[in-house]
């Protein structure tokens, strides 16, 4: 199975910031990470897919970036709506693996 | 608008047996894969496996393969996972969701607790 390893598993930030979170694959997924947005008794929600392509209708101050092993979601100018946790996924391969998720928090 | 709707979950006893559904609405069911995820304390997010548009193709992830069984009923719009031989870490919110692999629509998760 590919591990999917993130980094920070918490991060403190305040609005207006820029954060970055890491999403590192055991092996080669090429291109195909997601990224969701899990809040509090809620879902997981599709925000990132195919590395780079947003998901419709959501906001461009999600970004992420990567290829092969290393990847990374970019939030930029930070809402009070962000704070949440976020989960990377790789889907090249069965089974299909999540990372241990990123909770982010306000400073 | 998309929904997907879990029902069944509640408390089972070690040994013990339940079976999930998931009500869907809003997209052709009949032409999408459609797949359960669990998220459990000890290790969060786990796909658990998925069924193809007949229902002919199902793929389980190891550590429920041969004590869970997927299943869709095309007719009714609903997906089904049916839990055996459950164990106190299958413990957690079991979610359905849309597609093999990559998931962009979720149901809210149904609780599943499985204790003496």
């Known amino acids: 199975d590919i591990q999917m390893t993130q980094s920070p598993s918490t991060l403190s930030a305040s609005i207006g910031d820029r954060v970055t979170i890491t999403c590192r694959a055991s092996?080669?997924?090429?291109?195909?990470l997601a990224w969701y947005q899990q809040k509090s008794g809620e879902a997981p929600k599709l925000l990132i897919f195919?590395?780079?392509t947003l998901e419709g209708g959501l906001s461009s101050r999600f970004s992420g970036s990567g290829s092969g092993t290393e990847f990374t979601l970019t939030i930029s100018n930070l809402q009070p709506d962000d704070f949440a946790t976020y989960y990377c996924?790789?889907?090249?391969?069965?089974?299909?693996?999540f990372g241990r998720g990123t909770k982010l928090e306000m400073k | 608008q998309v929904q997907l709707v879990e029902s069944g979950g509640g408390l089972v006893k070690p040994g013990g047996s339940l079976t999930l559904s998931c009500a869907v609405s809003?997209?052709?069911?009949?032409?999408?894969?459609m797949s359960w995820i669990r998220q459990t304390p000890d290790k969060g997010l786990e796909w658990l496996g998925y069924?193809?548009?007949?229902?002919?193709?199902?793929s389980y992830a190891e550590s429920v393969k041969g004590r869970f069984i997927i299943s869709r009923d095309n007719a009714q719009n609903s997906l089904s996972l049916q839990m055996n031989s459950l164990r106190p870490e299958d413990t957690g919110t079991y979610y359905c969701?849309?597609?093999?692999?990559?998931?962009?629509?979720w149901g809210q998760g149904a609780l599943v607790t499985v204790s003496s």
């Open positions: 969701a849309r597609s093999r692999a990559l998931f962009d629509h």
């Open positions: 809003g997209f052709p069911f009949r032409d999408h894969y």
């Open positions: 069924i193809s548009l007949s229902g002919s193709l199902v």
């Open positions: 092996q080669s997924v090429s291109n195909w």
């Open positions: 195919a590395t780079s």
């Open positions: 996924q790789q889907y090249d391969n069965n089974p299909f693996t």
